[in-house]
């Protein structure tokens, strides 16, 4: 059975830097995981589902348009998980209204924790890397125009490659007021 995901990556030249700096801290994953914000964490799916997955993606695609994402500065999860992320500041209802569309479809994942967008920087390694990262990228800030998200086929490896992409082809999504 093959496990997927669901994200948003992060264009260049941004993606570049949080990746190098996850790899500066010492994240053995830095090169395995493409910076994003994850729409559905890896999930086991059964190849006579993955068309049909495929297709509920799509149809997501086409029902959302477009959104400014923002993001700045660093959060962490610590003490309940080790992690540390670059934290969106912008664009945090479009991202949990695409994420809870993602998981309605013919593919559920229950999820560890509550859904909270962000973009790791370092997972799982010893606290003085996590207070690296931490420190290192307090002050990021980075704007972009999410246009869509990608299905990633996450191998046996530890390798996420993009398989599809879906391009947001909806209304331009707005935030709540």
């Known amino acids: 059975m093959a496990v997927h995901g669901v994200s948003i990556a992060v264009p260049e030249p941004w993606g570049s830097v949080l990746q190098q700096q996850r790899e ?3 994240d053995p994953m830095a090169r395995s995981i493409p910076p994003h914000i994850t729409l559905m964490p890896p999930t086991e799916i059964p190849p006579q589902q993955l068309d049909r997955f495929r297709e509920h993606l799509a149809a997501v695609a086409a029902q959302h ?3 400014t994402m923002r993001l700045r500065g660093t959060g962490t999860f610590r ?3 080790p992690v540390v992320f670059v934290q969106v500041a912008q664009g945090i209802p479009m991202c949990e209204r695409l994420e809870q569309a993602v998981r309605r479809g013919p593919v559920s ?3 560890e924790f509550p859904y909270h967008p962000h973009v790791t920087i370092a997972h799982a390694i010893a606290d003085d890397g996590l207070d690296r990262a ?3 990228l307090a002050g990021f800030d980075a704007a972009f125009e999410v246009d869509g998200f990608h299905l990633y086929d996450h191998g046996d490896d530890g ?3 993009p398989v599809l992409d879906f391009g947001l082809t909806g209304e331009r999504l707005q935030p709540s007021s």
Do not use: A, C, K, N
């Open 24 to 26: 500066d801290v010492g």
């Open 159 to 161: 390798v996420w490659r």
């Open 79 to 81: 003490p309940v998980s």
């Open 65 to 67: 348009g477009p959104f």
């Open 134 to 136: 931490f420190d290192e």
């Open 109 to 111: 994942r229950d999820l």
